[in-house]
């Protein structure tokens, strides 16, 4: 077995208690002795690596992936039997006091006391001194990040604290957005000179740091507008690329499940072990894995039911589905001109696809049937699909059934010769999913009507499709089912699309379109970009980012959120940091008939979910007002983010 480090809780014996301030917390979360902990590399080793779980989790932990990317208009959260839909897609589930990771002292405190302690320690040797306290300072960047890209400001605490340091208890927030990146460029930057160039799977190294400062370095020149920042994207990445020691894979979605967890793209990864695990565990697992019954697929009068003879192929709690905007994203490779193209603009979809006026959409037009016993109406569209109040957008965008002439059904030609990556990332009509030929057509064995909610929801998809990517081949998808996990925290691919969007906002097209085009081709399987303006290359940028980097850490909507900043092309034409359209409207999903012969794309309007809306003031999240207050009563005086 191959050996990596655990995220696990690390045990160190003895015992230290320290006095807590009721503003900041200089309390550690762990009992130990000091003396033991500094004293030798293997014991202070044990503290570094316990201290990841304080801030890689908020890089890549449970939700983060599946979550956040509800928040985009790649996937959406929606449940009828209890968890709603997002409340921050909708802006009704933020306020002045929502917090986003203000209070990470305790978390923050810990990397200090590495800092501190190693560098004191006489029993430490020199050259883990270096790797310790450049890892910590990687460690606590990245805490620094995540609150500057969330919040704007902080509290730059780069001590460790005791009950004595009256006036370090009193550190203001930083001043400004700029003030803040420059911190976390510092800690980054110090990371990248100390760290060793080679690690274990599961822990960081000299290109995972100038990985995560090329991430960083893009979202500080949003916000910043510092060219000083483009530079050390381009450095950073080009640092990873460079180095030889990773490769891009040809399995894109291996990376992601148990057939190649330490793949050779991969830089930086959290690893858990399934002795410790289970399907319940992990948001991307346990809300993603719908929850379909034997009895459920014959009630839908199912023409494929699951094979599993326990009735029990799927018994989980999805909430979280992918959408056909993301769909929308993967090209085709058209079969005439073998050029990459939308899915409904190629030969092979023309020829075959008679287009119907989607004003004419009526209730059961493309299919309906009643249900075995109950009688219950099953209709694509559903009443529901027709009830939004975003006349804006386009109640129904595409509506068609096969010409006579057809020798394909429409999921087929659908979903055919697409960019490789959506047959790892999305589970959509027909295809094999762990093991399954599952079906999402109307009266499928997983598809929205087939539990007693027609429109879905009662952990059964809402789209039309499910999550493939970061799902396990070979582990159970039962609730209960022990697996080992991984996430993904680093990769070369990312490197490559960072450089690209460095390249773009220098005005240097020539060198973005060969940066995307190296995972678009490799990843992708397509045809390279030929864009030669700026305008056609930030489209095909943003195409191939979304495609690329879908359901990783946030990724896409911090990626949305600088694409706002820098306005123009990247942003409908609008100007920098105006309301962000891509995160102001609804989203669309996917309903085909029984016989596979008719299909419509709508808005996804269950529970509202219309209702998505950007106002820009939501480029930062609020300081929570509530800790603005008690910094206040102990003399602290802060400001307010714009807007809130």
Known sequence: MKKYFKYGLLSIAGSLVISSCNVMDTEPFESYSEDLVWSTDETANAFVMQTYNKSIPYLAGSGMNAVWEARTPNGVLC?????????????????????????RFGDIRACNMIIEKAAASTGISENKKKEFIAEAKLLRGIIFFDQARKMGRFVPVTKVLSVDDKEAFKTPLTA???????????????????????????????????????????????????????????????AVIESGKY???????????????????????????????????????????????????????CPNPLKDENGRSFEAWATLFPTQDLVDNYLVV???????????????????????????????????????TTNEARRFPSPQDFMTERADYSLFKHYAQLKPTSQKNISEIMYENRDKRFYATVVYDSCVWKGETVTTNMAGNIYQGVRDKEDGGWYNTTTGYYWKKGTYENSGAIHSAKTDYHYVVARLGEAYMNLAEAYLLKNEVANAVAAL????????????????????????????????????????????????????????????????????????????????????????????????????????????????????????????????
């Open 79 to 103: 449940s009828q039997v209890g968890e709603g839909i997002d409340g921050l897609a909708t802006e009704l589930g933020i306020d002045v006091y929502s917090n986003y990771g203000f209070n």
């Open 247 to 301: 490769t891009l894979t040809s399995n894109y979605g291996s990376m992601f499940n148990d057939v190649d967890p330490y793949n050779k793209e991969i830089i930086l990864a959290r690893y858990f072990l399934k002795e410790d695990n289970s399907v319940g565990g992990f948001e991307e697992l346990i809300r993603v894995y719908p929850n379909v019954n034997q009895d459920d697929q014959k009630e839908s009068l």
């Open 517 to 644: 085009n190296v995972t678009r081709t490799v990843h992708g399987g397509l045809p390279a970009s030929t864009a030669s303006t700026q305008e056609q290359a930030w489209k095909d940028y943003m195409i191939e980012r979304t495609c690329e980097m879908v359901y990783e850490g946030a990724d896409l909507y911090f990626s949305h959120l600088r694409w706002g900043k820098y306005g123009g092309f990247s942003n409908y034409g609008d100007a920098p940091g105006a309301v962000i359209r891509e995160l102001n409207r609804p989203v669309y999903k996917v309903e085909i008939s029984r016989d596979r012969q008719r299909f419509c794309i709508g808005q996804l309007t269950l529970l509202k979910s219309w209702n998505r809306n950007f106002t820009t003031k939501r480029y930062l999240f609020p300081i929570p007002q509530g800790e603005i207050d008690t910094r206040s009563a102990h003399g602290i005086l802060d400001t307010q983010n714009e807007g809130w």
């Open 334 to 372: 058209d079969s005439k001109t073998g050029q990459a193209v939308s899915w409904f603009e190629s030969s092979q979809y023309l020829e075959n696809v008679e287009q119907l006026n989607p004003a004419t959409i009526a209730v059961g037009s493309v299919d309906s049937y009643n249900r075995k």
């Open 176 to 238: 400004s957005v700029d003030e803040s990146y420059q911190i976390v460029m510092q800690d980054l930057t110090d990371a990248i000179a100390g760290m060793p160039e080679t690690s274990q799977p599961g822990r960081a190294n000299k290109y995972a740091a100038h990985l995560i400062r090329s991430r960083a370095a893009l979202q500080a020149y949003a916000y910043t507008k510092k060219d000083s920042y483009l530079d050390l994207v381009i450095e950073s990445s080009n």
